[in-house]
């Protein structure tokens, strides 16, 4: 097998903004902090959960920076350096590599889109040129591109892709890929409410949104697996079900925000297109949250 990147869970992180819409770094200090001291193995920056669409190059860049500098080495951190267009995902690909990330997790080229061979061609184009590991993100509900087992047998070809957070919901996709792709690439779970079930097939964990809010907790279902105690670690996953479902009950990171202020973290401010959370929803989230004791 591929070297992991990580083991376990590694926190989807959110990018926190003050009032006027600009960085909180001092939010997101405090927030990786909270994710370290909680047991987390990992960090994901400037992805979806962070609204990577709606940042610019130089804000980009800093969380990166910022956030390798915070970490300190006490866990990996992947950035989120993906584009539709592949000449500006190099661009921020080799940014990261030379700011000190661990490695890279590149999303499949959204609205323009690309056929199985141009996806090969991109994904191995921001390989040759990354310095760091390459994790492949398929996440086809938002990119309208999806990749196929088949061609993961093709991307595993190349040394520097080490791994795929898989999001495509399929779990019988999931099944022929690691059939396919056998040890050549780490499988990591995209979707929290599919955990336990992609590890049954080999997955070495999840890309996760429910541990921006309770990461020791979603640490405990891998550890539990890795145990042994499979029973257990499906104990968690469908103890937190409803949590994971508010989460997502309207497009992810309005949930995940709203959850981290509530907690403190944060302000609860988004950038456009994406507005804060309807009342029913925040309601039910809320709920969700007072009955694992995460709020008042």
């Keep these: 097998m591929r ?81 539709n267009y592949t000449g500006h995902a190099i661009e921020m690909t080799k940014y990261a590599c030379e700011a000190g990330a661990d490695a890279v997790l590149v999303v499949t080229p959204y609205y323009n889109k690309a056929t199985q061979n141009g996806l090969v061609k991109s994904f191995h184009a921001i390989a040759d040129a990354s310095a760091k590991p390459v994790i492949v993100y398929n996440v086809p509900s938002r990119t309208g591109c999806n990749i196929l087992p088949s061609t993961y047998v093709k991307l595993a070809e190349h040394e520097n892709i080490c791994a795929i957070k898989e999001a495509n919901g399929n779990i019988s996709s999931v099944v022929e890929t690691m059939s396919l792709v056998g040890d050549k690439l780490v499988m990591y779970s995209g979707n929290d409410d599919q955990i336990v079930p992609i590890m049954s097939m080999g997955g070495l964990g999840c890309i996760s949104v429910l541990s921006n809010v309770i990461p020791r907790q979603t640490v405990e279902i891998c550890e539990r697996f890795f145990r042994g105690d499979i029973a257990g670690a499906a104990e968690l996953q469908m103890r937190y079900l409803p949590l994971i479902n508010a989460l997502f009950c309207e497009v992810n990171p309005i949930p995940a925000k709203a959850a981290m202020a509530a907690m403190g973290f944060c302000e609860d401010v988004l950038r456009l297109p994406l507005t804060p959370m309807e009342s029913a929803n925040r309601e039910r989230l809320l709920g969700c949250m007072r009955k694992e004791g995460l709020i008042g």
Aim: hydrophobic share 40%.
């Design 3 to 83: 070297n992991p990147i990580f083991k376990g869970i590694a926190t989807a992180m959110i990018t926190p903004f003050h009032a006027d819409g600009t960085v909180d770094y001092e939010a997101f200090g405090r927030m990786i902090d909270f994710q370290i001291d909680n047991g987390i193995n990992g960090l994901v920056v400037c992805a979806t959960t962070g609204e990577a669409p709606t940042l610019t190059d130089e804000e980009h860049m800093n969380l990166i920076r910022f956030a390798v500098e915070r970490s300190a080495g006490r866990v990996p951190v992947i950035a989120g350096t993906g584009s």
